[in-house]
Structures are given as structure tokens and as C-alpha cells.
């Protein structure tokens, strides 16, 4: 009986074994041949190990053409095949600190059978981000660059020659010193996050003006690793070139008539040969280093311009990885950490609309809730109908969702392998879902709006967003709030806010006299807001915080921009024609006067924006722009702070901007500017280290 268990264990087993291999090679097909994902980097992963593990346990199981053996890779018909020399490897990988730990103890198992004594804390290792790019194999024969190559399988590559050499930062010749150098240096090709965004952002013009086609050969990238390689393995290099690609060199695979005794050395020798190294690249002493730095960029890995997903811990003595060795697929003597994923896939069960403040229509998706860096993905944005046409995501697809620089959770594309047979194109509703008003599009514009001032949805979303930290501040009104004084009748608009009462709230479940209390004195507190946030609070179209600020620095009271002229309006600098237009349209408008009036009349008295006294001139005669969402800052803080530095912040990019402080989703139109005119472009920890050095 037991026998008959065992064979019956080794059976399921087996069959398991030739679904994953058969699964595993498809995805690698997809993913690189096709650049196209069919799932993410963690379902992949984990396939893999299960793979290895049941083929441990099962003796029959060959693995001479296992995935589990070989490198990831694909070397496509499209390009020359080129042998390498010396093998591209593979890294093993890890998910944990205890994998982590169990690594190091193995290492220090080997050098202590080769070596005799060796403790892991006097062991020097070197820790790397793991840029999410494409392997590349640069061959210098004499000091000139002549081959470059991809990983492909390890053994073969692809000859990319003439599409790396349209990558500035790539070396084409080495310095005139070692013009007789003999040398294979092995990196990371990848494409900047900036430029990921910009050109997304262009086909997507493209797309919503209905001038994209077939003969464009453009396409949205789902990512930057996908962008990098369909960037690289393009007939044409001129399309490499329009990319801006980027290299991080991360290995000397060979070099004539020199030894290295590092690792940090060897790559202090790239740098003199004019490489440009990753800044990230530390020298650290044990584990613990190892683990602080894992806890920082897991954290902030969203501030830099090229993508990660995890980092690299490699021994740094040369000597002591030769002591270690290698296996057929990676070495011994470094691991892959692996971060928590960005991506997933999960069921789209249903495209809804949603309607925002302005009366937007933004189409969202609900989806089976799937865990992401750490936190329950129920919904993810769309972004408008064109997208949702573009992508071809239909009710019931199986999609790869992402959270956008770690924080807003968006639908990236369809896997179409799983897409359900009687599955239909995805239509965008005519009418208000909420209201039941005719949509209307703006000419010129892709999004859709809800003309009906009154729409419920408009109003529940205006009150939230008075109420919001940027606006007015009133903690303890959110959205729920919002949505419940709205259907109770206690609040039909955001000037309501000021006639309630605490005996209202405690006819309220949920709220108790603290709590009533306490937002009853938020309400009270915000009647003095400066005249800035009023109106950030109010949703004049085009105008955000900077000419917010701009325009109350301007006319100081509320009256005073009343009375004022389109032409004044448009003279404050940073202000121009269209946000003009929008204020004067909004005071304009009989409704908006009438809550105007009914705030004064709850004893709104915004107070007025005095010209800010510097507090030092560490930024003096600088100009900033802010544009993204920081996490360290709320914007009116950063804006603050760079004021009591004695600089100065502007709504737009300009020729002389000192920088732009770029936090998680920034403008679009300020990023490629910034690119266009050669404007530094800095995260938030640069900001931090600005206002205290002014440089």
C-alpha cells in the first residue's frame, strides 16, 4: 500500500513537473522574446522554486533541459547570434532576511571547508541595487568598442552592436592610456523612469488625437525593463537612439594584463576607463549593513529614475569568491534580494466610472483584491476611455496590475492568453452613472465630463476635497463623511460645513462627544486659512497651489480678485491667459457667488498671504518648481520651506528654473520640459540636503 502511495506521490509529482517546465518556457518566450509579460517577476520566481523543489525530490526527473538549469533568456532570429566567451550567469535568488541569513551562513560553510576559521562579520561584501533592465555583454578589442551583446540563454547572445553604439553613456572608445586594452564588460542596459514617462505620455497624445498609426510603430510600454528591451532590439537604431537608454556597468568579465584583488576595485577601474558607475554601489562590512540598506531602498526605491526590484549581495575579494566557485547556472558567491513585487495579476471583474470634483468621468477598474507592496488592491485607476480602448482591457480579463511608484495601483495590461471567449470590447457609458446626464467631451480634450453642476457625485467630491490637507485641512471630514452629511442633507455644499453644529454629529452614529468635538473645532479653525488655500479649496479650473499663492501674494484679499481684470490676472507671473480665463469664468458663475457669499455669511475670513520673510538666503535668487506628491512634505510645506530659504517657486518650467523637486506621479509637461532645457531634476532626499547646504 504504501508502495503504491509513493508511486502514486511520484506520479503527480511528475505531471507537475512538465506543466511548470512547459509553463516556464512560455512565459520566458513572452517575456524574452516578445518583451511582453505574460506574468510578473514574482509568480515567475516562485514557479521556478517549485520547479527545483520537485525536481529534487524526484530522482527520474532529468533536468539536461529543465528552465530550472538553464539562464532566462531568448536569442531572437532577428539579430546575429554571438557565442560568449566566457558564460553569462544567472543569480540565485532570495525573498527573506532568514533566505538572506541562510545564504551567508552556506558562504561561510565553504570558506571555512577551503580556508579553515572565517566569520561572516570580518567578510567584506558589496551591495548593489538590482536594476530591472536587459544584461548586455560589451566587447573592447585594442580600446574600441566592437561587439555588443545581449545574455540571451548564457551561451548565446544577440549582436546588438549597432544599436549600443547609439547610447551615449556607453564608451565607444576607451581612453588614450589603454588604447591597447583587451576587455569584456558586463552591465545593465535600462531606460530612465523619465523617459519611460515621456514617451508613454507622447504616444498617448498621439492616441487621444487620433493621429496614431500602424505605420508609427509606437506603442505604450508597460514598464521600463520592457521598454529597455524593446528599445534595444530594434532593425532600425535610430528608434534605439529616440529612446535615451542608459548603462550601469556591474562586472569585468575579462581584462588583458590586469588583476584585480575586488570587486570595488575592479569597478573604480571602469570609472577611470569613463563608465559611468551606479551611485549605489557600497563596500559594507556583515550582514546588518546588508539588511539596513534592504530596509532603506524597499522603502524609497521609487525615488530613483530607473527601476529596481530588488538588490544584489556579492562577495568583494576575488580570492574569496574563487574559494566558493560557481554552479553550471550562477555563482556561489552572490544573491539576489528580492523585493515584494509592484505587480501582479488578478481578475478584472468590472470597469465602472467614477466622477470627480470637476465633473471628470474617469473610468476605474474592481478587481479580486490582490496584495501589492504590502497593501489590498481592490481598485485601480483606468485613466480615461482612450487607455481603456487602447489596452483592450475587457470585464473579465486576467490583467497585470502595478502600483505606480509604490503608491497608486493601475491596470497595465491584459493577458490575453486567459482572456474568456466570450469576451466583448469594454464600452464607455453616454450618460452620468450617478446623475444620469448626457456626457459631453471638450474638443480637444479625451476626457469625458458630466455637465450637471448639481450631480451628486460632483458635490460629495467637492466637499471632500475643500475639506482636503492642501485646501482648507478640516481633519476628520474625508470622503465617507462627506458622502454621509451629504445624503442626510446636512451638507450640500462645502459652505454647509460651517452652519453644523455638534448636536447634528451626535445624532450620528459613530460619532461620540470627543470625536463631534473634535471636528466641530477643525471647522472652526479652518475660517482662517490664508487666502491661498481657499482657493485651492474651491476648484477654479487650472488653478493649483503655486498660482494659488501666486494670485493671493497678488491681490491679498478675496474682493480685490473679485474686482480684478483678465488682463491683471494674467499679469502675475506664472499666471497667464488660461488660468486667467478660469478665474474670471469661475466668480462668473451665479452658483459659485452664492456659496462665496454663504462662506462669508459662516464666518470664512481667510486671512491674507503676506510676501514670506526669508528665514535665510541659502536658495536666495533661485527658482524652483515643485510637481509630483513627496512623502516627507505635504507641497505647501515644501513650498514653504523653500521660501524660508529666501527662494522663490513657480508654477512652470523655465530656462531659469535652478531645479525641478520631483516627487511620486509629477507633471508630465514639467518633467519633459525640464529634459528639454537641460534643468536638474531632484528627488526628495536631494531636497532635504538642498535646504540644509543651499547647494
Not at 681 to 694: A, K, P
Request: glycine share 6%; aromatic share 8%; proline share 4%.
Amino acid at each position: 500500500m504504501t508502495d503504491d502511495v509513493n508511486t502514486d506521490g511520484t506520479k503527480e509529482a511528475e505531471k507537475r513537473i512538465s506543466v511548470l517546465r512547459a509553463r516556464i518556457r512560455q512565459w520566458d518566450f513572452a517575456y524574452y522574446g516578445l518583451d511582453s509579460p505574460m506574468v510578473n517577476d514574482y509568480e515567475y520566481d516562485m514557479a521556478v522554486r517549485e520547479l527545483k523543489e520537485l525536481e529534487d525530490n524526484v530522482s527520474e526527473a532529468s533536468r539536461l533541459d529543465s528552465p530550472s538549469t538553464r539562464v532566462g533568456g531568448f536569442v531572437s532570429e532577428l539579430f546575429s547570434p554571438v557565442r560568449h566567451v566566457i558564460p553569462m550567469q544567472s543569480l540565485d535568488n532570495v525573498f527573506s532576511d532568514d533566505e538572506l541569513f541562510f545564504w551567508m551562513a552556506k558562504v561561510e560553510r565553504a570558506l571555512e571547508d577551503r580556508l579553515g576559521t572565517l566569520s561572516g562579520d570580518s567578510i567584506d561584501l558589496v551591495f548593489e541595487l538590482k536594476i530591472d533592465g536587459l544584461a548586455l555583454a560589451l566587447s573592447y578589442e585594442r580600446g574600441i568598442l566592437t561587439r555588443a551583446a545581449t545574455r540571451g540563454d548564457g551561451v548565446t547572445g544577440e549582436d546588438v552592436t549597432a544599436n549600443v553604439m547609439t547610447i551615449d553613456v556607453i564608451p565607444k572608445e576607451l581612453p588614450e592610456e589603454f588604447k591597447d586594452l583587451d576587455l569584456e564588460v558586463r552591465g545593465e542596459i535600462y531606460m530612465p523612469v523619465a523617459a519611460f514617462l515621456s514617451h508613454n505620455d507622447y504616444v498617448t497624445k498621439l492616441l487621444e488625437s487620433g493621429s496614431l498609426t500602424a505605420r508609427d510603430k509606437l506603442k505604450l510600454f508597460a514598464n521600463p525593463r520592457n521598454a529597455a528591451a524593446g528599445s534595444l532590439r530594434q532593425k532600425d537604431p535610430k528608434v534605439t537612439r529616440s529612446r535615451h537608454l542608459s548603462f550601469f556597468p556591474y562586472q569585468v568579465a575579462y581584462c588583458s594584463g590586469h588583476e584585480f584583488t575586488s570587486h570595488v576595485e575592479s569597478l573604480e577601474f571602469l570609472s577611470t576607463l569613463g563608465f559611468t558607475l551606479n551611485p549605489n554601489v557600497e563596500r559594507v562590512h556583515g550582514i546588518d549593513a546588508v539588511l539596513s540598506r534592504l530596509k532603506r531602498w524597499s522603502v524609497d526605491r521609487h525615488l530613483l529614475d530607473y527601476e529596481i526590484d530588488g538588490a544584489v549581495v556579492k562577495l568583494d575579494s576575488i580570492a574569496l569568491r574563487d574559494a566558493v566557485g560557481t554552479t553550471s547556472r550562477a555563482p556561489r558567491w552572490a544573491i539576489a534580494y528580492k523585493f515584494p513585487p509592484q505587480e501582479k495579476s488578478t481578475k478584472l471583474e468590472r470597469i465602472s466610472v467614477s466622477i470627480g470634483k470637476t465633473g471628470r468621468a474617469t473610468p476605474f477598474a474592481e478587481l479580486i483584491p490582490v496584495q501589492i507592496s504590502g497593501s489590498e488592491v481592490a481598485l485601480a485607476t483606468l485613466h480615461n476611455s482612450a487607455q481603456v480602448a487602447f489596452k483592450d482591457l475587457r470585464e473579465g480579463d486576467t490583467v497585470i496590475v502595478r502600483k505606480a511608484g509604490d503608491v497608486i495601483p493601475e491596470v497595465v495590461a491584459p493577458i490575453l492568453e486567459f482572456r474568456p471567449k466570450s469576451s466583448t470590447p469594454w464600452e464607455f457609458p453616454d450618460r452620468c452613472p450617478v446623475c444620469g446626464e448626457l456626457l459631453f467631451r471638450i474638443e480637444g480634450e479625451v476626457d469625458w465630463y458630466c455637465p450637471n453642476f448639481e450631480c451628486p457625485a460632483q458635490v460629495v467630491a467637492r466637499i471632500a476635497h475643500f475639506a482636503s490637507r492642501g485646501a482648507m485641512d478640516i481633519a476628520g471630514l474625508g470622503e465617507t463623511n462627506a458622502q454621509r452629511f451629504y445624503d442626510l442633507g446636512l451638507v450640500r455644499t462645502a459652505a454647509d460645513l460651517y452652519f453644523l453644529q455638534k448636536e447634528d454629529l451626535l445624532k450620528l452614529e459613530g460619532f461620540k462627544e470627543k470625536s463631534a468635538a473634535q471636528l466641530i473645532d477643525a471647522i472652526e479653525k479652518s475660517r482662517t486659512r490664508p487666502l491661498d488655500r481657499l482657493l485651492v479649496a474651491l476648484t477654479i479650473r487650472h488653478v493649483g497651489a503655486v498660482a494659488s499663492q501666486a494670485l493671493a501674494l497678488r491681490f491679498g484679499t478675496l474682493s480685490a480678485l473679485f474686482e480684478a481684470t483678465p488682463e491683471e490676472i494674467a499679469s502675475v507671473d506664472g499666471i497667464g491667459e488660461t488660468i486667467a480665463m478660469g478665474v474670471v469664468a469661475f466668480f462668473a458663475d451665479g452658483k459659485n457667488r452664492a456659496m462665496i457669499d454663504r462662506l462669508m455669511q459662516g464666518g470664512v475670513n481667510p486671512t491674507s498671504n503676506l510676501p514670506v520673510v526669508a528665514q535665510s538666503n541659502l536658495l536666495s535668487g533661485k527658482s524652483f518648481v515643485v510637481t509630483g506628491t513627496l512623502s516627507r512634505y505635504s507641497r505647501v510645506e515644501a513650498e514653504q520651506a523653500i521660501r524660508n530659504a529666501g527662494g522663490r517657486v513657480i508654477s512652470s518650467v523655465s530656462s531659469k528654473t535652478y531645479a525641478v523637486v520631483v516627487g511620486i506621479e509629477p507633471g508630465d509637461s514639467k518633467i519633459n520640459k525640464a529634459n528639454a532645457l537641460g534643468i536638474p531634476q531632484i528627488d526628495e532626499e536631494t531636497f532635504s540636503r538642498l535646504l540644509d547646504s543651499g547647494s
